[in-house]
C-alpha cells in the first residue's frame, strides 16, 4: 500500500509556522500566502496568516483573514473571537462587542471571551454592560487578574468608587503592574505614631491626582515620607499633609508603614464623595512665581494658552492619547491669544520642525520640574492639554484646564461627562468616535472664542 500524501499546501503552511516562530514574519506572510494558493478554503491557513498579520501591527489585514476563517468556521468560537480581537485593536468597540458576544454564546464556559467582552464594553464606554460578562469571566476563572482588573476600572468609570477601589487592588497582580513592595506592611488606615510611606506608582499624573489624599490622612500617622520622581519631589515637598520626599524606589531606614499611592482612597475609605474639597493642594512658592511671571512678560495683556499635545511615549495607550502638534495651530485663529508650549521633550521637537517656532512660546528649556511648570501654569489664563501629568497638575491647582479624550478615555474621566469630580476647573472635550480630534479640535476653537 503506497504511504499516504501529505497535502501540498501542508508544507508552506510549517514553513509558515517555523518562521513565524523563529519571528521571520515576512517569510512567514509569504509561506501562509502559498499555502492558500494550494487550499484557499482552509480555516487553519487564514486563522494563522492572521495571527501573523496581527503580531505585525497590520489589523486590517489580519482582520480580513480572521474574517475569513469565521466565514468558513463559523462554528468555531476561536475563529469569532479573532475577529473581534482584531476589531478590538481597531478600536471598533461595538464590533467586536458583537463579535465576543457571540463567541460566548458558542463556549460559554470559556472565561477568556467573556474577559474580551468585557473589555470590548469597557473601552466602547459601556462600562455598566461590562460588569456581567466581566464577573462571570471571574465565576469561570477566579484567578484572571485582568478581569479583576478591568472589574475595578469599569466600577470607578461609573463612579461606583467604594467597590471600584477594592477591585482595583487587583492591579497588584496584573502582569504589566507594579508589585506591592511591602505587603506585609501594608497600611490599612489604622492610627500610627511612626513613619507612612506613599509609594510611587504608574505614572507622574497617578502620583499628582492621588497626593491629594495625604491631607485627608494627616491625623491617622505621625510622619508621611512620599516617593517621588526627581522632577516631581519639589513640588510634592509643599503639598498639605507631607512631611518628606524621598526617591522612587527608596524607604528610609524605619518605617511603619507603607501603602501605594493609588491604594490611598481603600485605606480611608473613600467612597468618591468630595474628591475635589482640598483643591488647590498644589502650591507655588514666591520665588517661582516671580521668575514665571517674569519669563511671560513679553506677552503682555494677551490672553496666555498653554498647550500639551503629547504624553509619555511609554503609556500603553499613547497612540490614541496624543495629537499631532499641527492641529493646536488652529487656536491661531481665535483673536488676542498666546500660545506657551509645556511641551517637554522628545515631543518638544514638533513645535521646532513645524515652521511656525516663532508664533508659540517655547518654554521646554525652561521647565526643568514639575515646580517650574507649576508656576508658569499660575501664570496662564488657560491649559489645553491632551491626558497628560499637566492636566493632573493644572486641575489640582484649581487653574482653568481644558481636557482633550480620546473616545476610550480613562476611567478617571468617567462616562459622558464634560466635568470631573476630581478637578472643578476642569472641562473635558471628548471624542465623539475613535480617532475624531478633528472634531474636538472644533469645538475647542468655538468655546475658546466663546470666553474671549
Not at 224 to 231: S, T, Y
Not at 327 to 344: G, T
Not at 353 to 368: F, Q, W
Not at 390 to 405: C, D, F, N, Y
Request: aromatic share 8%; with cysteine; net charge neutral.
Amino acid at each position: 500500500m503506497a504511504p499516504r500524501r501529505e497535502p501540498r499546501w501542508r508544507e508552506p503552511f510549517q514553513l509558515g509556522l517555523q518562521a513565524f516562530g523563529e519571528e521571520r514574519y515576512d517569510d512567514a506572510i509569504d509561506a501562509l500566502n502559498a499555502a492558500l494558493r494550494f487550499s484557499p478554503r482552509n480555516a487553519l491557513i487564514h486563522q494563522q496568516l492572521g495571527v501573523v498579520l496581527h503580531k505585525q501591527k497590520r489589523l486590517e489585514a489580519a482582520l480580513a483573514s480572521f474574517r475569513q476563517a469565521a466565514e468558513i468556521r463559523p462554528e468555531s468560537a476561536i475563529q469569532v473571537a479573532n475577529v473581534g480581537i482584531a476589531l478590538r485593536d481597531l478600536n471598533r468597540f461595538d464590533e467586536a462587542a458583537g463579535q465576543f458576544e457571540q463567541a460566548c454564546k458558542l463556549a460559554p464556559d470559556n472565561a477568556r471571551n467573556h474577559f474580551r467582552l468585557g473589555l470590548s464594553l469597557m473601552k466602547g464606554m459601556r462600562p455598566s454592560e461590562a460588569i456581567a460578562p466581566l464577573r462571570r469571566a471571574l465565576d469561570l476563572d477566579p484567578d484572571h487578574t485582568e478581569a479583576s482588573l478591568s472589574l475595578g476600572l469599569s466600577l470607578l468609570a461609573m463612579g461606583d468608587f467604594k467597590k471600584g477601589w477594592t477591585a482595583y487592588e487587583a492591579r497588584f497582580a496584573h502582569k504589566d503592574s507594579i508589585s506591592d513592595p511591602f505587603p506585609q506592611k501594608r497600611w490599612n488606615g489604622e492610627p500610627i505614631e511612626g513613619t507612612l510611606v506613599v509609594g510611587a506608582e504608574q505614572g507622574v499624573g497617578d502620583m499628582i491626582q492621588f497626593i491629594r489624599f495625604a491631607s485627608q490622612a494627616r491625623r491617622r500617622y505621625g510622619k508621611l515620607v512620599v516617593q517621588a520622581n526627581d522632577d516631581l519631589a519639589p513640588l510634592l515637598r509643599q503639598v498639605p499633609g507631607v512631611d518628606t520626599v524621598i526617591r522612587r524606589n527608596t524607604v528610609p531606614r524605619e518605617f511603619a508603614a507603607f501603602i501605594p499611592v493609588m491604594s490611598l482612597p481603600v485605606a480611608l475609605g473613600n467612597d468618591g464623595t468630595n474628591l475635589d474639597s482640598d483643591i488647590p493642594y498644589i502650591q507655588v512658592s514666591k520665588e517661582e512665581r516671580e521668575a514665571a511671571a517674569a519669563r511671560l512678560q513679553p506677552l503682555g495683556n494677551l490672553f496666555k494658552v498653554g498647550i500639551v499635545w503629547a504624553g509619555n511615549a511609554k503609556h500603553v495607550d499613547d497612540a490614541n492619547r496624543f495629537l499631532p502638534f499641527s492641529m493646536f495651530l488652529e487656536l491661531l485663529a481665535v483673536p488676542k491669544i498666546a500660545l506657551v508650549s509645556l511641551q517637554k521633550d522628545p515631543r518638544s521637537a514638533d513645535l521646532q520642525a513645524s515652521g511656525v517656532a516663532a508664533m508659540i512660546s517655547d518654554l521646554n528649556g525652561y521647565l526643568e520640574n514639575f515646580s517650574k511648570t507649576a508656576a508658569v501654569i499660575e501664570q496662564l489664563d488657560l491649559v489645553i492639554t491632551c491626558d497628560t501629568s499637566v492636566a493632573h497638575l493644572a486641575g489640582a491647582m484649581g487653574r482653568p484646564v481644558w481636557i482633550l479624550l480620546a473616545y476610550s478615555a480613562d476611567w478617571r474621566w468617567m462616562v459622558g461627562r464634560e466635568d470631573s469630580p476630581w478637578y472643578p476647573s476642569a472641562r473635558l472635550f471628548r471624542q465623539e468616535r475613535p480617532g475624531d480630534w478633528d472634531g474636538v479640535m472644533q469645538r475647542v476653537v468655538t468655546a475658546l472664542k466663546e470666553i474671549r
